[in-house]
Nanobody, 115 residues
Framework: QVQLVESGGGLVQAGGSLRLSCATSRIIFSISTMGWYRQAPGKQRELVAAITTGGNRNYADSVKGRFTISRDNTKNTVYLQMNSLKPEDTAVYYC?????????WGQGTQVTVSS
């Protein structure tokens, strides 16, 4: 069974920063595009950022210039550095590992940004 273990969520004031982490097995990590998604109450889950095995990144327009996704291949971990947080960034953030037609999800971590 594939497990993605997330950490790093919490409560922060607007303008603050948080770093999310997501670890998984070496086998899955080495062949997967890793991504972060988020889901706010009453809204659909949306892609925040993703990074391929080759290091190519893409971001949602709403987070460009504020969030940075990275991956550490020695730790089988993907990170999401979130700076200049806004109240509209409040959501449950989910880690995702995608390989071929398969997609695996973490349990989600809550990020709350107060104004």
């Amino acid at each position: 069974q594939v497990q993605l273990v997330e950490s790093g969520g919490g409560l922060v004031q607007a303008g603050g920063s948080l770093r999310l982490s997501c670890a998984t097995s070496r086998i899955i990590f080495s062949i997967s595009t890793m991504g972060w998604y988020r889901q706010a109450p009453g809204k659909q889950r949306e892609l925040v950022a993703a990074i391929t095995t080759g290091g190519n990144r893409n971001y949602a327009d709403s987070v460009k210039g504020r969030f940075t996704i990275s991956r550490d291949n020695t730790k089988n971990t993907v990170y999401l550095q979130m700076n200049s947080l806004k109240p509209e960034d409040t959501a449950v953030y989910y880690c995702n590992a995608g390989v071929g037609s398969s997609s695996y999800w973490g349990q989600g971590t809550q990020v709350t940004v107060s104004s």
